[in-house]
């Protein structure tokens, strides 16, 4: 069984620009969310979707954006990219959103903006 | 706020040596406090986990923490610790508040001499 995937695995952005990243979620696992691990710190969190609607929003601008697919895939979208943006994007699927259930999360996207 | 402290930035051990990660919570009610493990490049995997019932748990890799609610503390003991075991180590609290979130600490790098 495939676990959480995200794609790309790195990526390098020029201040200002736009990215997306995708993220697969385990086969049965309806919620899907986004946290920002900035090198030498614990991952943040920055949205929660459960069957396509948004669940949870952390403490993130409104550049940031994310949506959920029928199939249960999401996208993070981040607008004029700024150096700080620059860090390890995880994604963590799990069957509900209470926290009963355990999250599994992908191997990240290293995101690079110069 | 909910919040997660985890006073060491790293420990260093030597192979064989017991370890324990300390971890200390802020929380209005009862916690859901976890254990993520994290090597180089890698995501998140779950240790263990508590949500109520018997405050020492048993997770995988021979790992256990105990909450003390009196003393907000999770802390994660293993009684001899491998040389596989260098890595990053995250507590977290599952936090309610529009969908459910998990607060992480900014870790403790375990490093592990022979």
């Known amino acids: 069984d495939a676990g959480v995937t995200q794609s790309p695995t790195h990526l390098i952005k020029t201040r200002g620009q736009h990215v997306t990243l995708r993220c697969s979620p385990i086969s049965g696992h309806k919620s899907v969310s986004w946290y920002q691990q900035v090198l030498g710190q614990g991952p943040q969190f920055i949205f929660q979707y459960y069957e396509k609607e948004e669940r949870g929003r952390g403490n993130f601008p409104d550049r940031f954006s994310a949506r959920q697919f029928p199939n249960y895939s999401s996208e993070l979208n981040v607008n004029a990219l700024l150096l700080g943006d620059s860090a390890l994007y995880l994604c963590a699927s ?14 990240g996207t290293r995101l690079t903006v110069v | 706020a909910q919040s ?13 040596a017991s ?19 994290q090597s180089p490049g890698q995501g998140l995997q779950l240790l263990l986990k508590y949500f109520s019932g018997d405050t020492l748990v048993q ?35 599952g936090a309610r508040g529009g969908g459910f979130k998990t607060i992480f600490g900014a870790g403790t790098r375990l490093f592990v001499k022979a």
């Open chain 1, 94 to 107: 799990s069957f509900r959103t209470d926290p009963n259930t355990e999250a599994f999360f992908g191997q």
């Open chain 2, 59 to 93: 997770g995988i890799k021979g790992f256990e923490a105990e909450f003390k609610s009196s003393q907000s503390s999770f802390n994660l003991r293993k009684p001899s610790v491998h040389w596989s075991d260098a890595a990053e180590y995250f507590c977290a609290v």
């Open chain 2, 4 to 16: 997660v402290t985890q006073p060491d930035i790293h420990i260093t051990v030597s192979e064989g």
């Open chain 2, 19 to 37: 370890l324990e990660l300390r971890c200390n919570y802020s929380y209005g009610a009862t916690p859901y406090l976890f254990w993520y493990v």
